[in-house]
């Protein structure tokens, strides 16, 4: 199993630029988050989903979107990229829930000048 | 809100040394999860921790869980530079059912 797979690794955007995270997972979890990881504010929850068709916002939902058609896929985009997004990004599974054991992806370390 | 705040923020120690980091919150913890995220990696699961006064092993780490859990400590025995990471403990965040992390402890193991 490949586990939780990201793409981009990094990404440069320029202020005003839309793009979408990658994440996708093969393990058959039901349970699926976004975290952004900015230094001394730990991870941070952005959207999480429950299931394929069930999506909900987290602690920092401003400036994104996220949608799940699958099971194994929830991409994350950002509708109009600022500075403040600049930021490390984490995609997770869970078998047993949101709050339960989390199975991260390796991240994508996004820039926005 | 459930506030997770760990201490030190910063470790630097020499190769064969032990440490001990801590978990400490404001409400009692339903249960903890410690993580270790290794540089340009995601966080990954150590162990989870359930009953007040649990101790886990694994391998030369300890986990502790406070009798009353609102604290948690990780000691590491003898340590080694492949220890190197940031230590995140998290836990369900009251009532908002979502799991909650704190900032973390960074720790460098010079060989």
Redo the contacts between chains.
């Keep these: 199993n490949a586990g ?1 797979t990201q793409t981009p690794k990094f990404q440069v955007l320029k202020t005003g630029q839309s793009m979408t995270l990658q994440c996708a997972q093969d393990m058959n979890h039901e349970y699926m ?1 976004w ?1 952004r990881q900015d230094p ?6 952005i959207h ?1 989903s429950v299931g394929a068709g069930i999506t909900d916002q ?2 920092v939902p401003n400036g994104y979107n996220v949608s799940r058609s699958t099971t194994e896929d929830f991409p994350l985009r950002l509708l109009s990229a600022a500075p403040s997004q600049t930021s490390v990004y ?1 995609c ?1 599974s869970s078998y047993d829930g ?10 994508t370390r996004l820039t926005v000048t | 809100t459930q506030l ?1 705040e760990q201490s030190p923020q910063f470790l630097s120690i020499q190769e064969g040394e032990n440490l001990t980091v801590y978990c400490n919150s404001s409400s009692v913890f339903s249960s903890l ?1 410690w ?1 270790r995220q290794e540089p ?6 150590l162990v ?1 921790v359930v009953t007040g006064g649990e101790v886990k092993k694994l391998k030369r780490l300890t986990f502790q869980f406070g009798d009353a859990r609102k604290d948690s400590s990780l000691h590491i025995t003898a340590a080694q530079p492949g220890d190197t990471g940031l230590y ?1 403990c ?4 009251g009532a908002t ?3 909650i ?4 402890t960074l720790l460098a193991v010079q060989p």
Excluded: C, D, H, W
């Design positions: 939780v988050s975290y001394g504010m730990g991870l941070r929850l999480y987290g602690e984490f997770a949101i709050a339960a054991e989390q199975y991260f992806g390796p991240g | 997770l999860q993580y340009g990696e995601g966080p990954v699961l989870t995140l998290a836990s369900r965040g059912n979502k799991l992390f704190g900032t973390g």
